[in-house]
């Protein structure tokens, strides 16, 4: 499928989708893409039921076109409580800096949307138009019961294995997520061995492979890295960190100045902030854990919860940076507009840009 079927498909102007980023991405800021030609995104993997319905909605309020709601397909953590105690045992020293001290145990923060029949029958009911899956597929019945609905259906991969599920269980299109990506990696397995794919080698693969539309994803900030990603047979492109120092969205001060300045420049692959892979600004917490082992981290997302508490702690005292600042690795390209300025740019330099 050419990038011009794609759009036409989901009736979009221009060839950009906005990565459903979870804790950074809004319901304005969504409706602004959606408005501006391209597919705004909710993540929602992290959500209640009903914040996720009052998100969808209130983005719908606000456009007439898709929304793109994004769920986490990960596999279930698997509680070991010694691995626990150690994790928060090494962590002590850090909250104690903060005159805090850790939580007396881990638990499972977030639902593996695989078979959660609450949230699916949330989804069946708002219809956001475009429903995506990251950290694997959810269950036959799930995606049969999408697909009656009309609902369009996309899916993260960050290998030719993946894709090759993604495409047999009937996903419409595959993310090709490739490492420069900010946040955590779409992989199936996060503990198998990991190509570490970049963005533009993947897609390439993929379009050449795959029967699907392809999505490139990673390191993407502007108009010319769309049209690079259109030139190698890509449908579209998904930008996330492009979109983080927008007005519209939720990212606090201390992310901004991240972003905006030196820590920019460094970005690195951790584990040690919510127990996955995932691409994040340098700062303190990612200092901390360059040395830990990732044997020695617990299962996403039990290890989010410890993560989440020592950000609370730090900046209670005035401390960013603790926080999950994910960022790509094209972060130095990061630009602070409205949501609608940022489309206009990029659309006006998609069209500059050589062909």
Not at 142 to 168: D, H
Not at 261 to 270: D, I, K, L, R
Not at 292 to 309: I, L, N
Not at 316 to 332: D, E, V
Request: some cysteine.
């Amino acid at each position: 499928m050419t990038s011009t079927e794609f759009c036409s498909r989901l009736n979009l102007q221009v060839p950009i989708i906005q990565a459903p980023m979870a804790g950074v991405s809004t319901p304005v800021m969504a409706a602004s893409v959606s408005n501006a030609g391209g597919l705004g995104s909710l993540g929602v993997g992290a959500a209640t039921v009903d914040g996720a319905r009052a998100m969808i909605q209130e983005a719908q309020a606000l456009t007439d076109g898709f929304i793109n709601a994004n769920v986490f397909c990960h596999r279930p953590a698997r509680r070991n409580d010694a691995l626990d105690a150690a994790w928060l045992g090494r962590l002590e020293a850090e909250f104690a800096s903060f005159d805090a001290t850790p939580p007396p145990s881990l638990n499972e923060i977030y639902e593996t949307f695989v078979g959660n029949k609450d949230m699916t029958a949330m989804l069946l009911e708002t219809q956001p138009g475009v429903v995506s899956f990251h950290f694997g597929l959810p269950t036959p019945a799930q995606i049969s019961a999408f697909k009656s609905q009309g609902t369009y259906l996309i899916a993260s991969a960050t290998n030719q294995a993946e894709a090759r599920l993604a495409e047999s269980a009937g996903m419409d299109a595959i993310v090709a997520q490739g490492w420069e990506a900010g946040g955590h990696r779409g992989c199936f397995d996060e503990n198998a061995p990991d190509d570490r794919h970049g963005t533009f080698a993947l897609t390439r693969i993929l379009v050449r492979e795959m029967k699907l539309p392809v999505i490139a994803a990673g390191g993407i900030m502007d108009g010319a890295g769309v049209r690079a990603a259109l030139s190698l047979g890509a449908a579209a492109a998904q930008m996330g960190t492009a979109f983080v120092a927008c007005d519209e969205s939720s990212a606090n001060e201390a992310y901004r100045k991240a972003l905006l300045g030196e820590p920019a420049q460094h970005t690195v692959m951790t584990r040690v902030i919510s127990g996955r892979p995932a691409r994040c600004l340098q700062n303190r917490f990612t200092q901390w854990g360059r040395d830990v082992s990732d044997v020695d981290v617990p299962d996403y997302p039990r290890t989010y919860d410890a993560g989440k508490a020592l950000n609370s702690a730090a900046s209670a005292k005035g401390q960013g940076g603790y926080g999950a600042q994910w960022a790509g690795r094209g972060a130095p390209l990061a630009r602070s507009l409205p949501t609608h300025e940022l489309m206009s740019a990029l659309k006006t330099e998609l069209a500059e840009s050589p062909v």
